[in-house]
Structures are given as structure tokens and as C-alpha cells.
């Protein structure tokens, strides 16, 4: 059980550059999350998904484009990067039931946008 | 979310029981308590979490006061690969996706 995957770990890019974030999750969790942490701070939330098909914008949507065709596979696309997307990504996964909702993270790609 | 106060930052000797307290007094009767940690560069890692009974498991213990204005996280056995910024996090389980808050956590730090 590898859990949450991420790919790559790490990326420079030039401005206007686009590139796909890869993230998968092999617990069968309807759940999956995109957040970004920029250094010194907590993790803000860009986007989510409750099952295939579904996405919603979280609280730092702009820039970015998500998909869900797959239960395991949520990836997390940036188009014309620009240096405020430096960032680390963390991809998150949960089962969500209402006596519990822990969610499981990714280790994360570093991303650097020059 | 409840909002949550812990202390910037503490040590704890190797060996030694790490116990990290956290501060939520404006919780309300259906948000439960989190704890999650961060190790550095690596993603953040569940611990643990309760309601209002104490909880442990095979990593950490959690204490809640009776009133539940507070908690603390125990560590029993504290190593230097428990050097990590602690988070204390108070939501309710709404049964659907929601975003965790990180606030700015305790940095544990495990001194030899």
C-alpha cells in the first residue's frame, strides 16, 4: 500500500511554462485534495474533489485546473506558471465519514517558477 | 473551525515524554481534535484525534480536559526523528470534503 504518491518531486520552470503536478492514491478514498504551502506558512487548499467527475474550487483556485477521471488519480494542472506558483504541493487523500476525516498527504513537489 | 493557540516552539530530551498543549476554548460540541505533524520538506502526517475521551494509539496519546477547552498531545518516548512542527487542528466531521487549517504549529525539538 504506497498510499499517496506524487510526481515529480521537483520542477523548475520559466514563466508562461505549463505542467502537469501527478498525484495517486491506492486506499479506494473518495476524497482528494490539492494544497499549496509556501515557505513559512500553512497549507492553503487549491483544490478538491469528492469522487470522479466532481472538483470545487478551494480558497487559491486561480492558475490552476484540476481533473478527477479516476478515483486514484487526481492531477493538478498549472497553465502559464508564474513566479507566485513557487510553491510546495501537497496532493491529500481521505475517506470521509462523519465520525471521521483524516486526511492522508503526498510528499509533496517543490516547485520553482523563474 | 474552532481556532486553536499552541506554543510557538518547545524541547524535549530523547527518551523523555514530549507533551504538547493546545488551547481551543471556543470549541464547539461536534468539532473534533486533530493532530497532525510536519516533518521538514515532507508532507504533513495524521496522529491522531479525538471528540472528548482520551485516545491512543501506537504513536501518541491525546488528552482532553473535561471541558474540552483544551488538550494535549503526549509523545511518550520522544526521539530525534519526532523533530517536527506539531499542529493542532479543531473541525467538525461534516461528513464530506472539507480543508484542513494549518495554523503556525509547535516546532518540537528532540535534543540528545
Known amino acids: 500500500n504506497a498510499g499517496v504518491t506524487q510526481t515529480p518531486k521537483f520542477r523548475i520552470l520559466k514563466i508562461g511554462q505549463s505542467m502537469t503536478l501527478q498525484c495517486t492514491q491506492d486506499?479506494?478514498?473518495?476524497?482528494m485534495y490539492w494544497y499549496r504551502q509556501d515557505p513559512g506558512m500553512g497549507l492553503k487548499l487549491i483544490y478538491y474533489?469528492?469522487?470522479?467527475?466532481?472538483?470545487d474550487k478551494g480558497e487559491v483556485p486561480n492558475g490552476y485546473n484540476v481533473s478527477r477521471s479516476t478515483t486514484e488519480d487526481f492531477p493538478l494542472r498549472l497553465e502559464l506558471a508564474a513566479p507566485s506558483q513557487t510553491s510546495v504541493y501537497f496532493c491529500?487523500?481521505?475517506?470521509?465519514?462523519?465520525?471521521?476525516?483524516?486526511?492522508?498527504f503526498g510528499p509533496g513537489t517543490r516547485l520553482t517558477v523563474l | 473551525d474552532a481556532k486553536t493557540t499552541q506554543p510557538t516552539s518547545m524541547d524535549c530530551a530523547e527518551g523523555r515524554a514530549a507533551n504538547l498543549p493546545c488551547n481551543h476554548s471556543?470549541?464547539?460540541?461536534?468539532?473534533?481534535v486533530y493532530w497532525y505533524r510536519q516533518i521538514h520538506s515532507q508532507g504533513p502526517q495524521y496522529i491522531i484525534h479525538?471528540?472528548?475521551n482520551n485516545e491512543t494509539n501506537e504513536m501518541a496519546s491525546l488528552i482532553i480536559t473535561e471541558d474540552r477547552k483544551s488538550s494535549t498531545l503526549i509523545l511518550p518516548h520522544a526521539t530525534l526523528r519526532d523533530t517536527a512542527v506539531y499542529y493542532c487542528?479543531?473541525?467538525?466531521?461534516?461528513?464530506?470534503?472539507?480543508?484542513?487549517?494549518f495554523g503556525t504549529g509547535t516546532r518540537l525539538q528532540v535534543t540528545l
Open positions: 491529500a487523500s481521505s475517506y470521509t465519514q462523519s465520525n471521521t476525516d483524516t486526511q492522508y
Open positions: 471556543t470549541i464547539s460540541g461536534n468539532e473534533y
Open positions: 487542528i479543531v473541525r467538525r466531521n461534516t461528513g464530506t470534503a472539507s480543508k484542513l487549517t
Open positions: 479525538g471528540l472528548k
Open positions: 486506499m479506494n478514498h473518495n476524497y
Open positions: 474533489s469528492v469522487g470522479a467527475g466532481i472538483t
